[in-house]
């Protein structure tokens, strides 16, 4: 499992680079994630961290786009806008989470 | 606040490099079963982020025309691979024409899909137009049905012919269903 070092802080990820510990994941790390794929968080991309993170806890898996928005109450349509062109990967590895593996 | 800081050593392909890719997918069957394949696979299309474009036709019309949207139904006539949701029994085929099956099926298969938190044919197109995929109908459909757009989904893009829609995903990898 590689290990990298971000924020000053060493971080698990898988091979792809997702962050495969729910623990070391914190805010600031989030805006460093969001950089990196040229994201500027604002309150519409938090409302969605924050739900992906708290639904993970609860369900144990990372929400799709279609949880997102039957659960989260973001509509696809704006997942797509804040997280162009990829939102269920895209909003996954910002809220330090696996990738989706459901299927819709 | 370190939103400067240097790009992660390992970080996933969002792939923005692989755009351009296209998907065409055929939609001509009109049963339930059959018409979700191709609106699961277009959904993960479009969250790849590829430009993904339906085509409805044949019995696939059913998909997308107002009155009969709601109202695709699954038999297990004819499925010899249908089995029940207990004990991997299969259903005699002799039952499978009997009164009553076919709704009996479709109950059983909307609520297994429920299930699983996907939604019904017309929310699904809902969903998948909402992350940019588009809907285009059948010209020679639309003519044997003696139907227009009025009695289809209102953000069906265009009645086209079988030949516009060649012209139009031009370089497309394509799947018929």
Known sequence: MPVIELNGHQIHVDDEGFLTDFEEWDEDLAKVLAAAIDIDLTDEHWKIIRFLRADYASQGQTATTRRVQAVGGVPVKKQFELFPKKPGKKMAYVAGLPKPHGCV | MTTTAPSPALMPNFGDDDSGRKIAIICSKGNLDMAYPGLIIANAALGEGVETHLFFTFWGFDMITKSRMN?????????????????????????????????????????????????????????????????????????????????LREDVEGIISAADFVALTVGAQLLFI
């Not at chain 2, 002799?94 to 996907?118: C, E, H, Q, Y």
């Open chain 2, 71 to 151: 109202n695709l139904q699954f038999s297990p006539a004819g499925n010899a691979a249908m089995h029940l949701p207990v004990a991997d029994a299969h259903m005699p085929q002799l039952m499978a024409p009997l009164p009553g099956m076919t709704a009996m099926a479709t109950r059983m298969l909307k609520k297994s899909i429920a299930d699983l938190g996907v939604p019904e044919v017309p929310e699904f197109l809902d969903q998948i137009v909402a992350a940019g995929g588009h809907l285009w109908a059948c010209r020679m459909s639309a003519d044997m049905n003696h139907l227009t757009e009025t009695d």
